[in-house]
């Protein structure tokens, strides 16, 4: 929801050069087998690996010297920064900053996981059955 509405916000001001380009190239998904790996990929892999990282290891570092704010905003930076593209570091960033809060509330980085995990579920879903999403 964060990242479409930057874009949305993005192309109605005219600041092309921040809206978000797409991050799967069309290939990954012109073969069942080799989407499903994507799939498998995005939804499950990607959100463990990136909440132990970004929450489990950074923001925590961070929140033990810089308090919350500056934690989250700096991992939440990071986060974006890691996924390569310039039209993602303010939604991404943003992202990040509620994957920490999340983290931080519930106080496990199980319930982070589950969110990203929901977050790159939904956008993978939407990749897969919404026509022209990939594009």
């Known amino acids: 929801m964060i990242t479409v509405v930057y874009a949305a916000l993005a192309s109605a001001t005219g600041l092309d050069a921040l809206e978000p ?3 799967l190239p069309d290939r990954l998904f012109t073969d069942a ?9 995005v ?3 990607a959100p463990i690996a990136e909440e132990v990282l970004f929450r489990g290891m950074i923001f925590a570092g961070l929140n033990r010297a ?3 704010w500056p934690a989250a905003l700096g991992s939440g930076l990071l986060f974006a920064v890691a996924h ?12 990040g900053v509620t994957l920490a809060y999340v983290y931080r509330r519930a106080g496990s980085i199980y319930a982070s996981m589950s969110v990203h995990f929901l ?3 939904i956008s993978f879903l939407a990749l897969l059955l919404i026509p022209g999403a990939r594009s």
């Not at 087998?33 to 990929?41: F, S, V």
């Open 43 to 45: 939804v499950l892999t």
């Open 66 to 68: 810089w308090g919350f």
């Open 21 to 23: 380009q797409k991050q």
């Open 33 to 41: 087998g080799l989407a499903a790996l994507t799939g498998l990929t």
């Open 119 to 121: 977050f790159n579920c």
């Open 84 to 95: 390569a593209q310039s039209g993602l570091i303010i939604p991404f960033t943003l992202v």
